[in-house]
């Protein structure tokens, strides 16, 4: 599937984007884990979630919808039932990576497989502290998928300071933690998204954090049973982006997007941007569980940032909209310390620099990170044709830069886009934004 993009101008409306990716997984899976009935709303229906709804499925939990909710019948933390052939985790990294320490701790074998680009990503990250809490898993000798899971009498709990910044590793560890003997420690010391601990609490399971200058340290002891609860899930900030990097670079523009996940470890973007000096407003801030806001957006002139290292954790999938504004920004926008980019659904530093340059931009690539040299507030894109390598957030945001292009822009291989924001194309009609997919 391609998209092609027209030039934009006075992008206006009100949006509501879909279920939070993150905090869905997370939602389907403890349902799935508690003793009865849950009830979801706002899931995300993207093929991401999907997945995991299947590989659920796959192990006997009844997952139905009804009047646009989810239900979900759970088993409890030992009634899964053992898969009749591999689970297919396509191309979710979250999904197979939390899934990992849930299977790791079953009493059958499992065998965990995805598509091309999920077998080309780094598993050795949970597959070694698995181990360490003696889990049976195995990967390829490359540390990539099949992921093999043999059953072990039980798992040991284990303290573990986080080698790299991933919320998955951390979740994968907690998910493995309800069934291990003792407290599971882990401490990190970049604070990744903490959606886990957050539905931890929300499913009544009892989870301590700690957090001290240095590190953040969560402590958590083995669970019995889990309560079933419904769960309302808000917009994800992620999808979000796109449509306030829209609203940001096109001229005229006012968007306003309702109901949009905040919480603080998920909206580096929104710090970075406005350190660029954009118009962005929260209102209606609602303190729930998972807190959210209404984000009111307007056309901004950017100025070029050194972005601070902490943040990059905190706005890892939102890099590729970042790179879009960072070019169109006065001056220039240094990025380090991103190393983890290179191990997404694509090679996201090395794929976004092929689009800069398609674009037209001038920058420099480096190991872990990037220098943009930006365009400034009348600058304009090349028009060109893009390859998105199949990766959901470089086509969506590549399709967004092109609203500043000088003519139509073509982007190539955007099926992915179905993983996160299935209706991406219908929501930017919405706003005004001329696109066309075929
Ligand atoms: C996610 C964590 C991040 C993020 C991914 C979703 C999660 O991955 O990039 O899209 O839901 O835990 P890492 O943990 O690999 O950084």
């Given at each position: 599937?391609?998209?092609?993009?027209?030039?934009?101008?006075?992008?206006?409306?009100?949006i509501i984007v879909p279920g939070d990716k993150s905090i869905s997984h997370r939602a389907i899976m403890l349902a799935?884990?508690?003793?009865?009935?849950?009830?979801i709303s706002g899931l995300l229906e993207g093929e991401d979630c999907n997945?995991t709804i299947?590989?659920?499925?796959?192990?006997?939990?009844?997952?139905?919808?009804?009047?646009?909710n989810f239900?979900?019948?759970?088993?409890?933390?030992?009634?899964?039932?053992?898969?009749?052939?591999?689970?297919?985790?396509?191309?979710s990294g979250t999904s197979?990576?939390l899934?990992?320490?849930?299977?790791?701790?079953?009493?059958?074998?499992?065998?965990?497989?995805?598509?091309?680009?999920?077998?080309?990503?780094?598993?050795?990250?949970?597959?070694?502290?698995?181990?360490?809490?003696?889990?049976?898993?195995?990967?390829?000798?490359?540390?990539?998928?099949?992921?093999?899971?043999?059953?072990?009498?039980?798992?040991?709990?284990?303290?573990?300071?986080?080698?790299?910044?991933?919320a998955q590793?951390?979740s994968?560890?907690?998910?493995?933690?309800?069934?291990?003997?003792?407290?599971?420690?882990?401490?990190?010391?970049?604070?990744t998204r903490d959606h886990t601990e957050r539905m931890?609490?929300q499913?009544?399971?009892?989870?301590?954090?700690?957090?001290?200058?240095?590190?953040?340290?969560?402590?958590?002891?083995?669970?019995?049973?889990?309560?079933?609860?419904?769960i309302n899930i808000c917009g994800d900030f992620s999808s979000a982006s796109f449509f306030i990097?829209?609203?940001?670079?096109?001229?005229?523009?006012?968007?306003?997007l309702r109901n949009v996940g905040v919480n603080s470890t998920r909206i580096g973007f929104l710090?970075?941007?406005?350190?660029?000096?954009?118009?962005?407003?929260?209102?209606?801030?609602i303190?729930t569980f998972e807190p959210t806001a209404d984000i009111?957006?307007?056309?901004?002139?950017?100025?070029?940032?050194?972005?601070?290292?902490?943040?990059?954790?905190n706005m890892i999938d939102e890099?590729?909209?970042?790179?879009?504004?960072?070019?169109?920004?006065?001056?220039?926008?240094?990025?380090?310390?991103?190393?983890?980019?290179?191990?997404?659904?694509?090679?996201?530093?090395?794929?976004?620099?092929?689009?800069?340059?398609?674009?037209?931009?001038?920058?420099?690539?480096?190991?872990?990170?990037?220098?943009?040299?930006?365009?400034?507030?009348?600058?304009?894109?090349?028009?060109?044709?893009?390859?998105?390598?199949?990766?959901h957030r470089?086509?969506m945001?590549?399709?967004?830069?092109?609203?500043?292009?000088?003519?139509?822009?073509?982007?190539?291989?955007?099926?992915?886009?179905?993983t996160s924001f299935p209706n991406f194309?219908?929501v930017?009609?919405?706003?005004?934004?001329?696109?066309?997919?075929?």
């Open positions: 599937m391609q998209f092609k993009i027209q030039k934009g101008n006075g992008l206006k409306g009100e799935s884990l508690a003793d009865g009935k849950s009830e997945a299947e590989v659920f499925r796959m192990m006997g939990i009844s997952i139905s919808k009804q009047k646009g239900l979900i019948e759970g088993k409890g933390l030992r009634g899964l039932e053992e898969p009749s052939g591999p689970l297919d985790f396509k191309n197979v990576r899934c990992s320490g849930v299977l790791a701790a079953q009493e059958f074998s499992s065998t965990l497989i995805g598509d091309t680009s999920l077998s080309s990503r780094p598993m050795k990250r949970i597959i070694e502290p698995l181990g360490l809490m003696g889990a049976n898993t195995s990967s390829t000798e490359e540390g990539t998928l099949p992921i093999m899971v043999e059953p072990v009498d039980s798992l040991q709990s284990i303290k573990y300071s986080l080698p790299v910044a991933s590793v951390k994968c560890l907690l998910f493995a933690g309800l069934y291990s003997q003792g407290i599971t420690e882990i401490e990190e010391k970049i604070t931890f609490e499913f009544g399971i009892p989870i301590e954090v700690f957090q001290s200058k240095a590190a953040k340290l969560i402590k958590l002891n083995k669970v019995e049973d889990i309560n079933p609860t419904n990097l829209a609203a940001l670079i096109t001229p005229n523009s006012e968007l306003l710090h970075a941007l406005r350190h660029m000096g954009a118009n962005i407003e929260l209102k209606n801030e303190k009111l957006v307007r056309t901004s002139t950017l100025k070029g940032i050194t972005l601070n290292t902490n943040l990059v954790a890099m590729p909209a970042f790179f879009i504004a960072a070019s169109l920004a006065e001056g220039i926008t240094k990025v380090k310390d991103a190393n983890e980019l290179r191990t997404k659904e694509s090679d996201r530093l090395q794929v976004m620099s092929e689009v800069l340059n398609s674009f037209g931009v001038k920058f420099r690539l480096e190991e872990d990170g990037i220098l943009i040299n930006g365009l400034g507030k009348n600058g304009t894109f090349k028009a060109s044709e893009i390859n998105s390598h199949g990766d470089i086509a945001a590549s399709s967004i830069g092109s609203l500043r292009s000088d003519g139509e822009t073509s982007v190539l291989d955007c099926l992915n886009v179905n194309i219908d930017c009609k919405e706003v005004g934004i001329n696109i066309e997919a075929s």
